[in-house]
Each structure stands twice: as C-alpha cells, then as structure tokens.
C-alpha cells in the first residue's frame, strides 16, 4: 500500500512539472501565487534563490541543487573567488525562499611607494580593497584615490604614500617607528625623548629623516670614583758564595704595596668607554724580594790515593777535588817523592824549591817538607784559589 502511494506521489510531481513546463507556451497563461506556494511544497525538493548582482541587476529562479554554488552554475551565473556571495556559495539550500546577493569584483591598480599592484575586489573602501589585495598599512601612511568620490568604481588607482622605517635605539630599546617627520629632532620630540646635557645624538638632530635611516641616542655619564689598587713588588738577585752555582735561596719573600687612585669615569649607555686619574696616594710601599743566587762552584769528589785530604783540602778553599786529583796524577803518578824535570822538580805537584817555600808559608806549612804529601796537597788546594791552574801548564788543565 505505500509503495502504491509513493507511485502516485511521484505521477502527481511529474505532472505539475510538466504544466510550470509548457505554461509559458500558453498566451495569457495564469498561475495564482496560492498555487505556486502549493506547487513548491507539494514537490519537497524545489528551492526558489531570489540573486541580487551589484544591486542592479536581479534574477529570481527554481532550483533542485543541493548547494548554491551549483544552483549559480546551473543558471549560467559564474562567481570568482574575489566576488563577494553572501551566503557563501558552499551554503547547502533548504525548501523555501533564499535570498543571495554577489558583488562583482572590479579590477583596481595599487600604486605602493614605486610597485605597481593590479589586483580585484568587491570591495568599495580603499581600505578593504588593500585587506583583499593583502597590503599592510601603518598608521602614519596615506592613502588616496585616484577619484575624489569615497566609493571606487572599477577601473580606479589607490596610491599608498608610505612613511619612512626609522630604528630609533635608546636606553639599550630598538624599536622601528613609521613617521613622516621631517628631522631627527621633531622625532626625538614626537617620541617625548629627552637627552642629557653629555648624551649624543647619532645622527645630529638636523638630520633629515629617510626611509632606513637608524636613530641612536647614546646616554653619557661621568663620575669620578676612587679605588685602592696593589702596588707590585720588585725582584732582586744576590750573589751568595756559600751557595752552590744554578742554585737559588728566597732571603725575603717581598710585600705588595698599596696605592690609592682617584679617576674620571665616563659610561656612555652604562658601559665605560675611557677613564682618566685624577690623582694617585701611595697608601703603603713595596718591599722587594731578594733571591739569593749561588756562586759557588760545584765540584766533583777525589777518589784514590789520598782522596781524604785532597776532599778536605778542595772544600776547603773552594776548588774542585776531583780535578786536583787527575793534575796529582798527571804530574806524579801519585808518588810523593816524585822527582822529575831533571832533578828540578819535587813531591806529589812538582814544585821548584823556591815556589814551594813561598806557597807552603802562604798555606800555614811554613818548613815543611817538600815531599811531605798533606802539605803540597793544603798548600796546592791553597794556591790554586788564590791564581788558578797557570802554574800547572799542562797538567792543571786535565
């Protein structure tokens, strides 16, 4: 049974579309609005769009389209994206009446500081062209129609007058303003900058203003401050004979002084760029370091025939034992009653009896034997101190 009806329901459709069909192919045909209200509901799908173009040109129809998009389309009526439809053309579409309104968008020309833009907008308020068209403005530019009449039509130019970007750093700030003053000056006051009898403009404040130009304001303090600084203290060297040669002893290990120093600072944006002493006190004086640095030689040790007196004698006066014993060889073999050079010649260094009474008396051996062995070994030990190996030409320097 109610596939019956729905059957039914359906002929019933068929043919009142089928009367709206040929109603125009009548003379004098009539349908009273009662009626086409009926018709409309009675179908449940058809949807009446009243459209609106610019507001001038109107077009009403019927349609079975789900969205209004395709209800445009299939009535030959094509909008771009930069056309204004309100509502949106994805809007789906109910029974009934729809209203819809489409503002074409006309070409405009955008005159930005020199760059031509050419775009289109539906728009008719330069500053909602410029939103469509994605051009920024700052507060500080202009902006004007090429016609004097508020709302554009198609075809017109805007000219953007740009103000120009200018980096204004102070107090350690960047900040970028958009201005059209004229100099730095009447930038500096618009900012309500003030600057300090020692500060510094950069550029100077007659400087006209152009577009990138960078503004610094350096702040300049000067104080004057004192601070008690260290005073270094000096090295001095000492020879000391009883210390050995490439040794050093510290005899005093020095002190550091003091000094006060009274200065002129000057900070420009808190960092200080020069500093000037005014006036210097020496609080307290350095006191020197003093290294004591060895002369004494170093000698090697005797070993052998008569090793413990030539040591003793060697550190007695200051002369190398080891090298006494190779001039005792050299000169002797070690024999204490050693005579050479022809009878000339005697003991363990060879001495001439004339040399040998004056060196023995100036060692303290004052008659002793020439061969005795303790005595030439003091009494060279002793001799060599006082004039080196000369007497010993040819040995001495073994």
């Known amino acids: ?60 129809f019927t349609t079975s389209k789900d969205t209004l998009k395709e209800a445009l389309l299939d009535q030959g009526i094509e909008t771009s994206s930069e056309d204004l439809v309100e509502p949106n053309v994805d809007t789906s579409l109910k029974p009934g009446i729809s209203e819809v309104s489409i503002k074409k968008a006309s070409p405009v020309t955008v005159i930005d500081k020199g760059q031509t833009i050419i775009g289109k907008s539906a728009h008719l308020s330069a500053s909602e062209i410029l939103k469509d068209l994605s051009i920024s403005l700052y507060a500080a530019d202009d902006v004007r129609v090429a016609n004097p009449l508020d709302e554009l039509v198609p ?127 020496i609080i307290k004086e350095p006191v020197p370091r003093i290294i004591l640095k060895g002369t004494k030689p170093k000698f090697s040790v005797a070993s052998g025939s008569y090793a413990d007196w030539i040591n003793d004698a060697a550190s007695k006066y200051g002369v190398d034992a080891s090298r006494m014993s190779r001039m005792m060889y050299c000169e002797s073999g070690g024999n204490a009653n050693s005579v050479g050079g022809g009878g000339r010649f005697y003991g363990l260094f060879q001495y001439l009896p004339s040399t040998w009474a004056g060196a023995s008396a100036g060692a303290g051996y004052t008659g002793a034997s020439i061969f005795d062995p303790k005595a030439q070994i003091y009494t060279t030990a002793w001799k060599i101190s006082v004039s080196g190996y000369g007497a010993w030409p040819i040995c001495g320097y073994k």
Not at 15 to 29: C, D, E, K, R, V
Not at 36 to 44: N, P
Not at 238 to 243: L, S
């Open 155 to 281: 075809g017109l130019k805007i000219y953007i007058d740009r103000a120009n970007t200018v980096n204004l750093q102070v107090d350690s700030n960047l900040r970028e303003i958009h201005t059209k003053l004229k100099t730095v000056a009447d930038l500096l006051y618009a900012e309500n900058i003030t600057l300090g009898a020692k500060d510094k403009i950069e550029p100077g404040l007659e400087t006209n203003i152009k577009d990138g130009l960078v503004v610094k304001v350096i702040r300049v303090l000067e104080n004057e401050n004192a601070e008690v600084v260290d005073i270094p203290f000096s090295i001095q060297y000492k020879d000391d004979p009883n210390i050995l040669i490439g040794q050093t002893k510290v005899e005093n290990p020095g002190e550091t002084g003091k000094k006060e120093i009274t200065f002129r600072k000057v900070l420009e944006n808190g960092k200080e760029v020069s500093r000037e002493i005014l006036q210097e006190k």
């Open 1 to 60: 049974m109610a596939v019956k009806n729905q059957i039914d329901l359906k002929s019933k459709t068929r043919a009142i579309l089928l009367t709206f069909s040929i109603l125009p192919l009548i003379s004098n045909a009539y349908l009273s609005p009662v009626n086409l209200s009926a018709v409309a509901s009675f179908s449940g799908e058809l949807k009446t769009i009243n459209v609106s173009i610019d507001q001038l040109e109107k077009v009403s």
